[in-house]
């Protein structure tokens, strides 16, 4: 006997033919919602630095996000191994049900070929069932996470519990379904189904008509299971795995801390970002993208110091004005207020700034950058708000008090500090008299940023004739 | 020949869905069952047809429906919770049942069958909880939305 299974056994004709023609229905859903999304990012300015080096592209999205370079990280193992089971089991199932369909719908009909017994029926029995596994325990992980551990940058809105609770539903449908057809046609092989055949060895002792209605009624819901999450599919956070993906193959290969220049300052029309129409296409697809981890609002020195700044809220807020603004129904769910302090659905007609990011939180933001650093899906908060300081700045002449001597020393010296062009080097004495501290001109390349506050710090020390800090130095930057 | 594709966008679509269907229900005939994976082609792209066209060209479209459909949300989402998991949780406490009768099997094999259909009801009734209770966060949401 060649191990093999029959392929929609106890399932009905009728059955088939009517999953079969409601299949349109989700797939028309997931369409019309990616179409809105698409349309939404293409109202963006156009950004063709983006489109260059395809190649480092493509292996940054193949590292950093289908192989989660990015997301596995030292400090974040268990998230990270959370992500990967989850990610990992559904991609497994998702092949284990293209292979079948292969089978069933393409080589045997058509070639008159099976492929689906034997060592590789064996072997594939072997792999979906560690699928299951890795996402059932994926998202028992999460569960775990949210309810349990409840870190405190970890909020939880109505979408991640029905994202996740569907995906443990699939997978446990699918054991069950299989372990019930096992009770019944008792395959000599079955024991390679390693999870679905110890839960058979309970059913036998069932009628096998008791086992066939069972899992008749598995079989049905299992498939519109599938068709609800594929409607559902866009217009939730599962639409990141492709959100994410394209982030992250079009994410910005500058250095991160450099800021984008205003192309023809004087003639431009525009300045900075005051509307979303303004903002590139890459940064409206990048709002799109953010999956609520809050990794950002981890490292974020804003949120942990309590200002009203929250890195990951002012992208959701963004995402939730596109969404409005495009008529996609995302976050339409409801249950949102929990996550931040704002509503879906507030309508399409408020101003961007103040309302729906309000000036201080702009202005809190350090640029510091370490969102971005930390963000595994490469989302640009920094130079994101910065447009919109710009925008406030140079269009409505809106900034704190504070920063008016830096404006005053800038429109008089040309720079942030009240020194004369005439003894802009008169700084470099200071440091001779602290050489210890001052990095050869390799490690001042690698520096970066760090050198800039440092060189202020001196500059400062010089003008005021008090010593300020040089940050940075001494250590290599985080 | 595109500017006629493109005017009749939403006519092809529609066609494709009709061809679709009408392939799969000939797929039944055993010699002709080859033509079943041709219709769910056709389906697919006939549905992705007309989704992507209503998305990319007429933002207002189905306001009413979307309407609808949103204001039903949570009644729609307890029907679809409690139908979906019913049967996952009634093949799982059949199984744990079946434990009681005198199953089939070795004892350690059996045992671990029974350790595994409890995690999964477990697991599954944590799961229907929770999805429960995301329906009530919508209806709270609604509520919300309402004042």
Redesign the interface.
């Given at each position: 006997m060649t191990p093999t299974r029959e392929i929609l056994w106890n399932v009905s004709?009728v059955s088939v033919?009517i999953l079969?023609?409601l299949?349109?229905?989700p797939?028309?859903?997931?369409?019309?919602?990616?179409?809105?999304r698409?349309?939404m990012w293409l109202r963006g300015e156009p950004d063709d630095s983006r489109l260059a080096d395809w190649g480092v592209r493509l292996k940054d999205a193949l590292t950093k996000s289908i192989f989660h370079g990015r997301i596995v990280r030292k400090n974040k193992i268990y998230a990270g191994i959370m992500h990967a089971n989850i990610f990992g089991g559904f991609i497994i199932l998702l092949l284990g049900t293209i292979i079948v369909?292969i089978e069933e719908?393409?080589t045997v009909?058509?070639f008159g070929w099976s492929f689906y017994q034997g060592d590789f029926y064996l072997g594939y029995k072997l792999v979906v069932n560690l699928g299951g596994v890795m996402l059932?325990s994926g998202?028992?992980m999460a569960?775990a996470r949210r309810y349990l551990m409840r870190p405190k940058y970890q909020e939880t809105?109505?979408d991640d519990?029905?994202v996740?609770?569907f995906l443990?539903?699939l997978a446990?449908?699918g054991?069950?379904?299989q372990?019930?057809r096992l009770a019944v046609e008792n395959d000599p092989w079955g024991p390679w189904s390693w999870?679905s055949?110890?839960?058979?060895?309970?059913?036998?002792?069932?009628s096998d008509g008791?086992?066939e209605f069972?899992h008749t009624?598995?079989w049905?819901?299992h498939f519109?299971?599938t068709y609800?999450l594929l409607a559902y599919w866009a217009y939730s956070k599962m639409i990141h795995p492709f959100t994410s993906l394209a982030n992250v193959f079009f994410h910005r290969l500058n250095p991160k801390g450099e800021l984008a220049r205003i192309p023809n300052i004087e003639e431009a029309e525009v300045l900075g970002y005051g509307k979303l129409e303004d903002f590139s296409w890459a940064h409206l697809m990048n709002v799109d993208a953010c999956m609520h981890c809050g990794r950002c609002l981890e490292y974020c020195p804003t949120f942990n110091t309590g200002k009203p700044l929250h890195p990951r809220d002012l992208v959701l807020e963004l995402a939730s004005f596109q969404a409005d603004q495009?008529?996609i129904?995302s976050g339409?769910?409801?249950?949102?207020?929990k996550l931040a302090r704002h509503?879906w659905?507030e309508g399409p007609e408020r101003e961007l700034i103040p309302g729906v990011v309000s000036p201080e939180e702009l202005w809190d933001c350090t640029t510091c950058g370490a969102c971005i650093e930390h963000c595994p899906v490469y989302i640009e908060h920094v130079p994101m708000i910065v447009s919109m300081r710009q925008h406030l700045v140079l269009e409505r002449g809106e900034f704190p008090s504070e920063i008016t001597p830096t404006f005053n020393n800038l429109e008089r010296f040309g720079s942030p500090y009240p020194i004369p062009q005439s003894q802009r080097d008169d700084w470099t004495s200071v440091s001779t008299s602290q050489s210890d501290t001052w990095p050869s001109s390799k490690k001042r390349r690698r520096l970066n940023t760090s050198f800039s506050s440092a060189v202020s710090g001196r500059l400062m020390s010089a003008t005021s004739g008090r010593r300020w800090p040089s940050a940075g130095f001494s250590r290599r930057p985080g | 020949m595109m500017t006629t594709i493109r005017q009749n966008y939403q006519l092809i679509s529609a066609i494709g869905?009709v061809v679709?269907?009408a392939l799969?229900?000939v797929a039944?005939m055993p010699s002709l069952?080859?033509t079943?994976?041709f219709?769910?082609t056709a389906?697919?792209l006939?549905?992705?047809?007309?989704?992507?066209?209503?998305?990319?060209t007429q933002?207002?479209r189905y306001?009413a429906a979307?309407a609808r459909l949103?204001a039903a949300?949570q009644p729609l989402g307890i029907v679809?919770?409690v139908?979906?998991?019913?049967?996952?949780m009634?093949?799982?406490v059949?199984?744990?049942?079946?434990?009681l009768?005198?199953?089939?099997?070795t004892g350690w094999?059996?045992a671990?069958?029974?350790l595994?259909?409890a995690l999964?009801l477990a697991?599954?009734g944590?799961?229907?909880a929770?999805?429960l209770?995301?329906m009530a966060?919508?209806?709270?949401?609604?509520r919300?939305?309402a004042v």
């Open positions: 004709d033919l079969y023609f299949m349109g229905i797939i028309a859903f997931l369409a019309f919602g990616v179409a809105r698409v349309r369909l719908d393409i009909p058509i059932i998202v028992l569960f809105a109505t519990q029905l996740l609770v443990l539903l446990v449908q054991f069950t379904v372990a019930l999870v055949y110890p839960m058979s060895l309970p059913l036998r002792s069932l008791t086992l069972l009624t598995n049905i819901s519109l299971t609800v495009g008529g129904w339409e769910l409801g249950g949102e207020a509503r659905g | 869905l679709g269907v799969i229900t039944e069952h080859w079943r994976v219709g769910a389906i697919s006939g549905a992705i047809g007309i989704g992507v066209y209503v998305g990319l933002p207002g306001a979307k949103a949300r679809l919770v139908l979906l998991f019913l049967p996952a009634a093949g799982i059949a199984g744990l049942i079946g434990l009768n005198g199953p089939d099997g094999v059996v671990l069958g029974g595994i259909l999964m697991a599954t944590a799961a229907f929770v999805g209770s995301a966060g919508i209806g709270r949401a609604a919300e939305d």
